[in-house]
């Protein structure tokens, strides 16, 4: 008994090493691309491991400085594209949207989960069906009347145009899960606490936010990720570096015919940074937090 | 400190549903008043009231004078222990008896001192750093009491605090309450379902049923001269026995009591013509089971107040024991009678006598030298005093009981 229980571990253990090399590995090599030069890359078979790592790729994307392997086979006009230089733009342009995506979340989406758990007013549950089924209609139905509503606003081609859209796309999934979590808590606690001399907006302040952290922390992981990589509006909206996001610019360069394919992998890989650390950071509110919602509502 | 007074508070929820009706008290500065009833009967309305939790429909709410219908639960002055405890789960004990100095803004030094203060008076100082969750049921629910006296309010509410203890814990923290309460002398309005909570607890004591105060006194009152069938059941274990029976006079009053006739002693009779209305009239007759004895250990009473019956059941606590029986000759209660006497909805079958009964079934609190045995018969003596009337229409007490009565 004991030893078939060993080899069945041990069989686990062997899938989930495959299964964590088959989703790692397009990732590690796509880092290890980043890190060669394009002569060493283009070779048949490519190498998997960077033969002579070097940072000269980066190096190129942040300050503009050739790499030197280029310029010494003469590679650097067909190659070296200069979309890649807004790379660094399009990262900034990515978080600050994201960020304030995240930020507009969490406070309508706690204002409005709130109400919705707690307040007895008629009409409610109508608009909270609603926001829920404004969820349901494909983005791309949208498109049309999000592209002339921004227009008309002035705010194509901006940062903040892309944050609005992406807010109401992700708000309807915040309130919903900020909603059952907010539910999910006992209404004792928070009487406690207006007895004990809180005003309402004290009271969720206090008391009702520290314990719904793992659920804000879900929505502002899921608001942040989604932002962050979004593709189709952020294509169709923006126009310059002012606010083309690094989904976009990574989609012009590797569309590009002289696309070097070292700096397309320079540009994965720092795309991929920020929601590493967001999901390392947060990784274990969002499970729980996604869990907890899902379960006790 | 404050006194808290109710006129004619009435609670009337959104679907018409009137949980408390016309509720006048008053309640002394200092004082410790019990609501007690069953479940539904409106005692947990009454509290969140007061706390501000819940909106008034009709009537006044006063705390120390001032009309605190619309004030906001924050500036009532009040605090109150949850059922459930409420503790905020993510702050430690010493973060949850300082929150509501926290929140009046008292200097972090200051907040600290009396929260420290308050847990040596619950003997919580080892607990400070831990969180609620660590704590067991007693110590909870002494962080939840540090947490409503560190503020000195002017009236604590509690809300069935002991209910989720277990027995013997219950017992220990229901004197730690009462100490507590006498000692720092706040006004106190406490809610419980459990009568002996209530009697053990309370200065005073409310009964309520469906909405409705039926009466207040202090326990010993409500024990002694209940002023309604539901209150005579409701009060003291086990429940007062109830019975119907025909009054007549004879000389002096004595009413029927399944195939024998009882006369009625000076005090039961109560004040000259009280009884006159009902002679002739079937009335019904309740007997406490403490005020039953053996006929065969109990030489004193007269033989003429005795019932008989066959015994059922024999329970021996020790200082006691409790011999169930059936009445000889007697009838099963009547519907009316039955729905007076006990809460609505809630036993419903509790005076149901079993439809192999031939008579009810009568529980006697006897010397534990009593020498009757199960399947034998008992000849159940009736101590002076004992027999308390009540109208088999209304419910009220009649009688020597009618003078006192203080239904609000």
Redesign the interface.
């Known amino acids: 008994m004991r030893r078939r229980r060993r080899i069945a571990t041990a069989l686990y253990a062997c899938a989930g090493v495959v299964l964590g090399l088959i989703i790692l590995v397009p990732f590690l090599y796509v880092l290890s691309a980043s890190l060669q030069t394009e002569s060493e890359l283009i070779r048949r078979p490519p190498p998997i491991v960077a033969p002579n790592p070097t940072v000269d790729n980066y190096d190129y994307v942040f300050t503009g400085a050739v790499p030197a392997a280029y310029a010494s086979k003469e590679l650097l006009r067909g190659t070296v594209t200069q979309d890649v230089r807004q790379i660094p733009k399009g990262l900034r342009n990515s978080f600050i949207v994201a960020l304030g995506t995240v930020l507009i979340n969490l406070l309508f989406g706690t204002l409005a989960a709130y109400t919705f758990a707690r307040e007895r007013i008629r009409g409610l549950y109508a608009a909270f069906v609603f926001i829920l089924g404004s969820r349901l209609l494909p983005s791309v139905a949208v498109a049309v009347p999000i592209y002339v509503g921004l227009r008309s606003m002035d705010l194509l081609d901006s940062k903040l145009g892309l944050v609005l859209i992406y807010s109401a796309f992700t708000l309807p999934f915040s309130v919903w899960v900020l909603t059952l979590y907010f539910s999910s808590l006992?209404v004792?606690?928070e009487?406690?606490?207006?007895?004990?001399?809180?005003?309402r907006f004290?009271a969720l302040r206090?008391?009702v936010l520290?314990?719904a952290a793992p659920g804000l922390a879900a929505i502002a992981a899921f608001s942040f990720l989604f932002s962050y990589s979004e593709f189709l509006f952020a294509l169709f909206t923006t126009e310059t570096s002012r606010s083309k996001t690094i989904p976009v610019i990574i989609a012009s360069v590797s569309v590009n015919p002289d696309a070097s394919y070292t700096l397309i992998a320079v540009g994965i890989v720092l795309s991929m940074i920020a929601p590493i650390l967001f999901a390392l950071v947060f990784r274990r509110y969002i499970t729980s937090g996604l869990a907890a919602s899902l379960t006790r509502g | 400190m404050a006194d808290v007074g109710f006129s004619q508070v009435n609670k009337v929820y959104p679907d018409g549903t009137t949980a408390v009706r016309d509720l006048t008290l008053e309640i002394d500065d200092g004082e410790l008043v019990v609501l007690v009833g069953p479940s539904g009967c409106g005692k947990t309305t009454v509290l969140r009231m007061v706390?501000?939790?819940e909106d008034v429909s009709g009537g006044e709410i006063r705390v120390g004078g001032r009309v605190v219908n619309d004030v906001?639960?924050?500036e009532?002055d009040?605090?109150?222990v949850?059922q459930?405890y409420?503790?905020?789960?993510?702050m430690t004990v010493g973060e949850n008896i300082a929150?509501?100095l926290k929140?009046?803004k008292l200097a972090p030094e200051e907040r600290a001192s009396r929260a420290r203060d308050v847990a040596r008076l619950l003997g919580l100082e080892a607990e400070l750093d831990r969180k609620p969750r660590q704590l067991s049921g007693g110590q909870r629910q002494r962080v939840a009491m540090g947490?409503a006296i560190v503020?000195q309010p002017q009236v604590f509410l509690m809300d069935e605090p002991l209910s989720n203890l277990d027995a013997s814990l219950r017992f220990q923290m229901r004197a730690e309450i009462a100490n507590l309460q006498q000692r720092i002398g706040v006004t106190t309005i406490y809610v419980t379902h459990d009568q002996v909570e209530a009697m053990t607890i309370g200065n005073r004591v409310a009964v309520m049923r469906g909405g409705e105060l039926l009466q207040l006194g202090d326990p010993q009152e409500l024990y002694d001269r209940p002023s309604e069938l539901f209150v005579a059941r409701f009060i003291g274990s086990p429940p007062m026995n109830l019975i119907e029976g025909e009054l007549s006079r004879e000389g002096g009053y004595a009413v029927a009591v399944g195939s024998r006739v009882v006369p009625l002693d000076e005090a039961e009779a109560g004040e000259r013509g009280a009884l006159d209305s009902y002679v002739g009239r079937s009335v019904v007759i309740g007997l406490r089971p403490e005020r039953l004895e053996d006929a065969a250990v109990a030489s004193d009473v007269p033989a003429a107040r005795r019932i008989g019956g066959l015994v059922t059941l024999r329970e021996t606590l020790g200082s006691d024991v409790l011999v169930h029986f059936e009445v000889e000759g007697a009838l099963p209660l009547s519907g009316q009678v039955r729905a007076a006497a006990v809460a609505a909805a809630v036993d419903p079958v509790e005076l149901e006598p079993a439809a192999d009964e031939p008579g009810l079934l009568f529980i006697g609190r006897f010397d534990p030298r009593s020498p009757t045995g199960q399947q034998e018969r008992v000849e159940a003596a009736i101590r002076p005093g004992a027999v308390q009337l009540f109208d088999p229409e209304t419910g009220a007490a009649i009688g020597r009981n009618s003078g006192s009565r203080s239904r609000a």
């Open positions: 006992p004792d606690i009487e406690a606490a207006r007895i004990d001399g809180c005003t004290q206090h008391v520290p314990l | 706390a501000g939790l906001d639960p924050a009532r009040i605090a109150m949850f459930t409420a503790l905020y789960p993510h929150f509501p929140i009046a947490r503020r």
